[in-house]
Structure formats: C-alpha cells, structure tokens
C-alpha cells in the first residue's frame, strides 16, 4: 500500500509539474509574443514618419538593428531591403502582407520556418506615394523554446519528483502507521480514521461470527475425537486421493501405526491388494466388505462412499472385530455336528442289539451280553443329553440360588463318588486342605469339581493319582495322567473338543465335561488356571 501511496503521488507531482510548466511557458509565450507585436508595430510607424520625410536616406541612416526594414515600390519592385540587396530579391507584390498594404494601407502575416523551429512576423504601411514599408522580425516558437529550456525543465521535474518521492513516504509511512498499528482482534477499541469505522464494524461482526463458528467446529470436532477414540471399532477417514483425514486409536492397532499418518496416502500403512480393491469398489460402487485376519484375530472391514452434491470426497472404514462371532458360529457348527455324531453312534448301537434280539439272532445264553450293552449306550446317551441341557442352561444364564458352602466337603463328596471308578483303574483320590467356607452355588460347584475329578481319573495312568487340594477361594486338581500338549490346551475347555479321539472314545467320555467346567466357573465370575505337560499330568486351578 505504501508503495502504491508514493508512487501515485509521484505521478500526480509529475503529471501537474510538467502540465504547470507547459501553461506557465503558453503563458509567458503569448505574453511577450504581444509585447513584441505593439513594439514591432511602434518601430514600423517610426520607420514609416522617416522615410515620409527623408527618403531613401533615413533607411540607409539606420544602424544594425534587430529589426528587418524593406521598401517595396508601388509594382511590387524592391527599393531597398536592410539585409540584403534589392537587386537580387524578387517581386514582393504578390506577398500577403504587402498586399494588403496595397488595400488596406496596412498587412501583416506570419510565416514558419522549414524547420518549424523559427517564426517571422510581417507588418506593412503603405505610405504616402504609394510605395509600402514593411517591417519584420524572427522569434522562436515555443517547442524551440521549449528544447532549449529542456535542460532546467528535465532538472526542475527530476527535483520535484525526487521532493514528491520524501514527501510521500513520509506522508504515506504516517497514513499507513495507523492501519497497521489496528487491532482486528478488538477492532471497535482502535483511534483510526473516521472513515474506516464502517470496515472495523463489519470486521468486528465477522470476527464474532466467524469465532462462533470455530467454537462449534472445535465442539463437534471434541465430541467426534471423544466418540472415535472410545469407539472398539476402527475408524479411518479417507479423501477422494486415499489419503488418511482420520484414524481412531482402534484402527491405529489394526493397521500397526499410529495417529501421525495423517495426510499420508493409506498405502504406507496397509499394503493388503485385498483391502486395496475394497477401497476401489467402494469409491466405484458406494459400499464393500471384506474379512481379513489380523494377529490371530478376525476383522470385518465395511467401506462406505462418502458424496457431497453428487460427487465422491471420500470414504470411510469401518473395521469390527468378529472374532467372538466367527468362534461362535464354528462352535455352533461343530456343535451340531458333534451332537448328531455323538447322539447317532450310542442310538445305532442301541437299535442294532435290539433288531439282533427282534430277529431271533441272539443265543439265549448271550442275551444278557446284549441287554446290557443296551443299557451302557442308554445311560451314555442319557449322560450325554443331561451335559447339553446343563450347558444350554448355563448359556442362558438363569438365576441359580445362593447358598453357604465349605469347599471342602464338596471335594470330599465328588472324591467318594468316584472311588469306585478311580479303583477300577488303579488310580487313588486324595483331599487335602483346609475348611473353606464360602456362599456360591451348590450345584454349579459339584459339578465343577466332579468334572474335573472324573476327567483326572479317565485320562490317568494305570497307578496314577489325583490330588485335590482346597485353600480358601481356590480348588485345584492335579493328576499324574497324559497331560495335554501346548497346542491343544486352549480348545479343551470347548464343546465335544478332544485331544486324543480314540483314547477318549475308550474313556467313555461325552466330551462336554470341561465346557461346562468353563461355563460355570464363568457363571461365578472366576477364573480357570491350567498348566500341563505330556505324559507328566495336568493340574487344573479354580479361582473363584
């Protein structure tokens, strides 16, 4: 603005200077151009009194002088001339201002140079005899003036401008100070021009507005980064270029990377030609889905379009963890096939003993062989139904009641009841411990250390032990059986799950002994330790 200031001024100083000079130069010009004139005309009447009286004597009397005097004869023939010989001018009679002496008794006229740069003014009187006396005189004109003060003209003008350039700056330094000293935070406090209120109103209702607007974008922007940065799901926002605009601390695990990826494109971050093509799709068709598997979990990416006015800007990733849904729908797969597997070889077992015994193909003597292989696979397929019922009842999550209960009478009792089993297999029950009295659930409890019990004496050694132990809170049973690998230990606990199938096949198990060992424990809110090694046993610890 300053420069503008300075070089406008120096434009208008130029622009008046140089036209001042001009008028001032037309002025004095014409002036003195009209001086001369009356004098030229006053020296013509002298001129003319003289040679009226003296003749040709008067003229060749005169001295130098500025002036040019020629006496044309009444033919138009020259008489004399000051500067030059009559003998050689030619016939005056036809010039302009002698002819209108010849008339008028007075002429005058003007002529130019060739080169424009000199002027000669012409008077003539027609005296007495008829003969006419003319005078003139060469004057510069005024471009000829103009050149030869062009010199002080360029060095008045350069000064001026040189004066108009201080003056200004200063001038416009001063008109600008004000402007840059405002305060557009407050402006309505600034002492400025009066002229500039209007502006600083305005800038003021702006200024109000426009902090409104940020104080509700920096809310709903609190509120989005407080609803993403809770969220379980990843979210990640991407631009029309896939480049990341935001990723909440969800996505930021998924992805490996954290929230400084902002602005970069979504490739650095994730490589997956799966997920690329996602991306593609959602931008080409408005929505896509995928399933990718990330550090042993499962994800379900849902990819969205985002358009304003019809055009795309961007899309969004929504990743969910399925891995709880994708575990439960395989175990309810595996479920049904494992129930149709376990419910149909007891069943058939059952239907071809009794079709045997139909048909008459059983010898007396073997008859009781055959009704008690019915009555063992009944009893198995009774077990079996009554472990599913009690798992479908601990899935729904009933109200059980509450009782006082000592722990260790319920080891004492789950350890009597298996006596005869564990003997039949050479393996020896011990309780030891402490009396823990605690208020749970009868029920829940029984079963939990009767599984656990049973499963150490089915899966035991020939001469093998279980130990029971009870210490306040905690039960465990420990067992010098098999043991379970590393790799099978984390799907004991599941439904029909078994580690050796044949040698569970034999144990005469249903399978479903340590879901519900989990499912109850669940119930009551504790915890399942487990710690095992092949062909060393297992020890298994309840934290309730």
């Known amino acids: 603005m300053t420069k503008k200031i300075v070089q406008y ?3 208008v100083a130029g622009v008046v200077l140089s036209a001042s000079l001009f008028v001032i130069m037309g002025c004095l010009y014409d002036y003195f151009g009209s001086i001369e004139q009356t004098q030229l005309e006053n020296q013509l009447g002298l001129a003319a009194r003289g040679v009226e009286e003296s003749g040709m004597e008067y003229l060749q009397g005169l001295d130098g002088t500025k002036y040019r ?13 000051t500067q030059a010989d009559p003998g050689e001018m030619e016939n005056h009679g036809n010039r302009e201002e002698i002819k209108q002496a010849f008339i008028n008794a007075e002429g005058k006229s003007s002529r130019y140079s060739a080169t424009l740069l000199e002027k000669t003014l012409y008077y003539a009187q027609r005296l007495s005899d008829g003969s006419v006396l003319r005078i003139s005189v060469s004057r510069a004109t005024a471009w000829m003036l103009a050149l030869g003060m062009l010199q002080p003209i360029l060095i008045i003008l350069l000064a001026a401008l040189a004066l108009s350039g201080v003056l200004a700056g200063r001038m416009s330094r001063r008109i600008v100070e004000p402007l840059n000293r405002l305060n557009l935070d407050m402006p309505l406090e600034n002492e400025t021009y009066e002229e500039l209120a209007p502006l600083l109103s305005r800038i003021d209702r702006q200024r109000k507005q426009i902090n409104a607007q940020l104080r509700e974008l920096q809310r709903k922007n609190d509120e989005f980064s407080q609803v993403t940065q809770n969220m379980t799901e990843g979210l990640v926002l991407l631009s029309e270029k896939n480049t990341v605009l935001s990723i909440n601390p969800a996505a930021a695990k998924l992805f490996h990377t954290n929230r400084d990826i902002k602005g970069k494109d979504f490739l650095t971050i994730e490589r997956s030609r799966e997920i690329s093509r996602a991306i593609q799709t959602a931008f080409a068709d408005g929505h896509s889905e995928i399933c990718v598997e990330r550090d042993g979990r499962e994800y379900q990416l849902d990819i969205s379009r985002i358009e304003s006015k019809g ?9 969910f963890d399925i891995t709880e849904q994708a575990f439960s729908e395989r175990n309810r797969r595996e479920f049904t096939a494992n129930v149709s597997h376990e419910l149909k070889t007891p069943l058939q077992s059952i239907m071809g003993s009794a079709e045997l015994i139909e048909n008459g193909m059983v010898k007396q003597e073997d008859l009781p062989r055959f009704v ?5 696979e009944a009893e198995r397929l009774v077990a079996l139904i009554n472990d599913i019922i009690r798992l479908s009842q601990l899935d729904e ?3 059980l009641p509450y009782e006082d209960i000592d722990l260790m009478e319920i080891a004492k009792e789950a350890a009597a009841t298996l ?3 564990a003997a039949a297999k050479n393996v020896t029950i011990t309780v030891t411990g402490e009396a823990s009295p605690i208020h749970s659930i009868r029920g829940l409890l029984t079963e939990i250390v009767y599984n656990l019990c049973d499963n150490a004496v089915k899966y035991n050694v020939d001469g093998g032990s279980v130990k029971i132990t009870v210490s306040g809170r905690t039960i465990a049973v420990q067992d010098t059986g098999i043991g379970i690998p590393a790799e099978h230990q984390n799907r004991v606990f599941e439904r029909f799950y078994r580690v050796d199938k044949s040698h569970s096949k034999a144990s005469g198990g249903t399978g479903l002994g340590l879901s519900i060992v989990k499912h109850a424990v669940g119930y009551l809110g504790g915890r399942i330790e487990l710690e095992s090694e092949p062909g060393k046993g297992t020890v298994i610890k309840i934290i309730l």
């Open 9 to 11: 001024i120096m434009l």
């Open 69 to 81: 005097l020629t006496w044309v004869g009444p033919d138009g023939a020259v008489l004399y001339d």
């Open 311 to 319: 055009v795309a800007i961007g899309a969004v990733l929504l990743a």
């Open 372 to 376: 008690n292989h019915i009555r063992i």
């Open 397 to 399: 999550g009933g109200e």
């Open 419 to 421: 006596q005869e089993a």
